[in-house]
C-alpha cells in the first residue's frame, strides 16, 4: 500500500461543498413542494455532483502506489459508468412512453456493482491482514444473514411483481441481487476488522448502504407500481458517490487482526443476524415461492455450525497450548520441574530394580557464573538455551531431559543393557562447552529408581545432595579444603588484604584461560593468586602499614613473605604446585625479583599471571602511602615494564582481557 500525502486543501474544499450540496437536496426534498427540477438541486446538478465525485476518487487513484491505485480507479470507473447510464436515461428513455428493458442505462448502471465489487475486495486484501478463521467465518454469517433478510424483503417481491420478458426481469432482479453483493462484501470486511471502524470503512459502508437503500426503494416500489419522481430518497444515488470520494481521501490504515484481542460480543452479532434469517425463512408467508430466502438461511445456519466447531477446536489448541506452556520451559524448550515431578512418578510405577530402571540425573553447570558475569546475560540465555537442546538431542533416544531451573538441568533415562556410567557421561557430554574466555563444564549427581528411592521427592534430594557433593568435593577436595581453610585465616587476619587477593584471583583466572590453561591450570592460578600474600601474615603491622620509606631490615621481611607462604601452603601436599607459583610470585622477567632471581620461561607461568594481576590492581588500589592510578594509566605502567619486569605475553593477555572487562578496546590499542 502506497504512502498516502497530506489532503489537499482544495480537495476538503470540494468534499465540503458536495455535502452541503447534498445535505441540502436532503432538506428541500422535505419541503411541502419538492423542487427536483430546479437547476440548484435538478438532474443534471446530480450528474455533476457524482462526475467530481469520480474526479477525486481518480485523483486518489494517481497519488497511490501499489493496489490501491487499482482500487480507487474501478470506483471512479464504476462511478462515471453509473452516471453516463443516468445521461443516457434522461437523454434518451426519460421521455420514452415504453423504455426498453434491458437497456444501455440499464449496463450503464449494472457496470458499477461488478466494479466496486472488484474495489471492495482489493481493500480487504490489502488493508486488512493476519485474519483469524473465525472471523472469517463471521463475515461469511454476517454476509449470507444480509442477503437472507434482504432476498425476503426485497428480491421476492421484485420477483412477484416483475413484469415483461426473461431479460426484463432478469434486469429487474439484477439491481437488488448486485446490491446484495455490495452489502454482503462490506459486512464482511467490517466483520473481518474485528469490528472496528476506520474513517475509510465507515465512509465506504454508508456509501454502499445509502446506494442499497435508494435501489432497494427503487425496485420495490416500481414493482408494486408506487414509485414517483422526484423521489425523497433519489439522493442515496449521488450521496453514495460523495461519500466514495470522502473514502478515497480519508487517511489509509492496515488492520492487523489479533485473536487475543477480540472479545465475546464479536461472536454476538453474526449469531443476531443468523437468527434473524432463520426467523424470516421460517416466519415466510405460507406457500411463498422464495426458496431464495430459504436456502440463504439454511446456509447461514449451516456456517453458524462450522463457526461454532471452529470455536470448539480453537478452545482444544488454547487449553491444549496452555498445559503444554505450563510443563515447558520458555528459554530452552525442555519440560521444567513442574513435568519432571509428574513424569517422576509415572517412571517410579514402572521401574523395576531389573533391566527396567529409571536414572535421575541431576547436573549443576559449573563455571556459568563467571560467563553470565563477563559476556552478560543475554549470552548467558543464550548458552542455556544451547546446552538445553543439546541435552535433550542426547537423550531422546532413551530419556527426557529438563530444566529444573537456572543452571541446574535434569534428566531421566532408561539405559536398558547400557551401564548407568556411560548413560550419564553420554549426557553430561552435552552440557560442556568452551570458547575463549571459558570453560563450562557440569557437576553430576545420580538416584537409580527403584533401587535407591521409591518416591519422587526422596528421589530429587538424594540426586540433589549427591551434585552438590561432587560440585563441592571430588578428587580436588582435600586441596580445596586446605586452600579454603588458608583463606579463611587471611579473611579473619586481614579482611583488606583478602579482599585484594580475591580481586587478583578473578583476574588470573581469565588472564589463564585467554591463554588457554586447561581447567586444572586455571583452578591452581586461581588458589596461587588467592594466597599470594598469605605470607604478609607474619609481617608486623607496622611494617605493612608504614607511610614513610622502609629501612633495610623491614625490606629484608617483605621479601621474605613469599618463602612464608610457600611453607604455609606446602604444608598440604595438594598444593604443591601452588605454593612453588606463590614463592615465584615476585620474580622479574628479567631475573632481577626475588626470592630466587629467576628470569624468563624459567618463572613458573601461573607466578608471573600472579605477578602482573597483582601489580594491576595494587596500582589502582588506594593505600596508606600513595594515591590510586586510573586503569588507563595501569595498563600503560604494565606495558611500559613488560620484558623487564614482567612477561609480556602475560601483560598482553591481561590488556585483552581487561578491555574486554571495561569495553575500552580503542583506548588500549591507542595506549
Not at 429 to 453: N, T, Y
Amino acid at each position: 500500500m502506497g504512502r498516502q500525502a497530506s489532503r489537499p486543501r482544495f480537495v476538503s474544499i470540494l468534499l465540503a461543498g458536495l455535502a452541503v450540496w447534498v445535505f441540502s437536496f436532503e432538506l428541500s426534498a422535505l419541503l411541502p413542494s419538492h423542487p427536483g427540477s430546479t437547476s440548484v438541486f435538478g438532474d443534471w446538478p446530480s450528474e455533476a455532483v457524482q462526475l467530481v465525485s469520480a474526479a477525486l476518487c481518480a485523483l486518489t487513484a494517481f497519488r497511490r502506489r501499489g493496489p490501491e491505485r487499482l482500487a480507487w480507479a474501478l470506483v471512479a470507473a464504476g462511478i462515471i459508468v453509473w452516471t453516463l447510464g443516468d445521461v443516457y436515461w434522461l437523454t434518451v428513455l426519460a421521455s420514452a412512453a415504453a423504455p426498453p428493458s434491458p437497456s444501455p442505462a440499464d449496463l450503464g448502471y449494472l457496470l458499477f456493482e461488478p466494479l466496486a465489487f472488484a474495489a471492495l475486495v482489493i481493500l480487504v486484501r490489502t488493508r486488512i491482514s493476519d485474519v483469524p478463521r473465525t472471523l472469517v467465518a463471521d463475515g461469511v454469517i454476517v454476509g449470507l444473514a444480509a442477503a437472507a433478510v434482504s432476498a425476503a424483503f426485497i428480491v421476492q417481491p421484485v420477483a412477484e411483481h416483475a413484469t415483461g420478458g426473461t431479460l426484463a426481469v432478469a434486469t429487474n432482479l439484477a439491481y437488488p441481487i448486485s446490491d446484495l453483493a455490495l452489502f454482503g462484501v462490506v459486512l464482511a470486511a467490517i466483520t473481518l476488522r474485528g469490528w472496528r471502524l476506520d474513517r475509510t470503512w465507515a465512509l465506504l459502508g454508508a456509501g454502499i448502504l445509502a446506494f442499497f437503500a435508494a435501489d432497494a426503494i427503487y425496485v420495490v416500489q416500481s414493482a408494486h407500481g408506487t414509485y414517483t419522481e422526484p423521489n425523497l430518497f433519489d439522493i442515496g444515488w449521488t450521496g453514495s458517490t460523495v461519500l466514495f470520494a470522502a473514502a478515497a481521501w480519508a487517511p489509509a490504515t492496515r488492520a492487523v487482526i489479533r485473536v487475543d484481542r477480540r472479545g465475546p460480543w464479536s461472536i454476538a452479532l453474526p449469531l443476531t443476524l443468523a437468527l434473524a434469517a432463520f426467523g424470516v425463512a421460517l416466519f415466510r408467508p405460507a406457500g411463498s415461492g422464495d426458496w431464495a430466502t430459504v436456502a440463504l438461511a439454511i446456509a447461514c445456519m449451516a456456517a453458524v455450525m462450522v463457526r461454532l466447531l471452529m470455536t470448539f477446536h480453537e478452545n482444544v489448541a488454547m487449553l491444549n497450548a496452555s498445559r503444554v506452556e505450563a510443563l515447558t520451559d520458555a528459554l530452552t524448550g525442555l519440560r521444567n520441574r513442574r513435568a519432571l515431578t509428574g513424569d517422576l512418578a509415572e517412571a517410579l510405577a514402572t521401574a523395576t530394580s531389573g533391566g527396567d530402571c529409571v536414572v535421575l540425573a541431576m547436573f549443576d553447570l559449573d563455571g556459568f557464573k563467571y560467563y553470565n558475569d563477563n559476556f552478560g546475560h543475554e549470552a548467558g540465555d543464550a548458552l542455556l538455551a544451547r546446552l538445553g537442546r543439546r541435552l535433550g538431542r542426547r537423550v531422546a533416544a532413551h530419556g527426557t531431559a529438563y530444566r529444573v531451573g537456572g543452571d541446574e538441568f535434569c534428566a531421566l533415562i532408561r539405559p536398558g543393557a547400557q551401564a548407568v556410567e556411560a548413560a550419564v557421561d553420554h549426557a553430561s557430554g552435552a552440557l560442556a562447552e568452551r570458547g575463549d574466555g571459558f570453560a563450562i563444564d557440569c557437576s553430576v549427581g545420580v538416584a537409580i529408581l527403584p533401587l535407591e528411592a521409591t518416591h519422587p521427592d526422596h528421589a530429587l534430594r538424594l540426586a540433589d545432595q549427591r551434585m552438590y557433593v561432587a560440585k563441592n568435593g571430588g578428587r580436588a577436595s582435600a586441596a580445596r579444603q586446605s586452600k579454603d581453610a588458608l583463606q579463611k585465616v587471611v579473611v579473619e587476619r586481614d579482611p583488606e588484604l583478602a579482599s585484594h587477593s580475591e580481586r587478583v584471583a578473578v583476574l588470573a583466572a581469565a588472564v589463564a584461560r585467554w591463554l588457554d590453561l586447561d581447567d586444572t591450570d586455571v583452578e591452581q592460578v586461581r588458589d596461587a593468586a588467592e594466597l599470594h600474600d598469605i605470607g604478609k601474615l607474619a609481617i608486623p603491622d607496622a611494617i605493612l602499614r608504614a607511610s614513610g620509606p622502609l629501612d633495610a631490615a623491614a625490606w629484608q621481611a617483605i621479601r621474605e613473605h613469599t618463602l612464608v607462604g610457600e611453607r604455609m601452603i606446602a604444608a598440604a601436599p595438594s598444593l604443591a604446585r601452588v605454593a612453588a607459583m606463590v614463592r615465584s610470585s615476585h620474580e622479574r622477567y628479567d631475573g632481577r625479583g626475588y626470592p630466587d632471581g629467576l628470569k624468563a620461561d624459567a618463572i613458573p607461568l601461573g607466578a608471573r599471571i600472579v605477578a602482573v594481576c597483582d601489580a594491576f590492581d595494587a596500582m589502582v588500589t588506594p593505600r596508606s602511602y600513595g594515591v590510586a592510578a586510573g586503569a588507563d594509566a595501569a595498563v600503560a605502567e604494565l606495558r611500559r615494564c613488560a620484558r623487564s619486569q614482567f612477561d609480556p605475553r602475560v601483560v598482553e593477555a591481561f590488556c585483552a582481557v581487561w578491555a574486554d572487562r571495561a569495553g575500552s578496546v580503542t583506548a588500549l590499542r591507542a595506549a
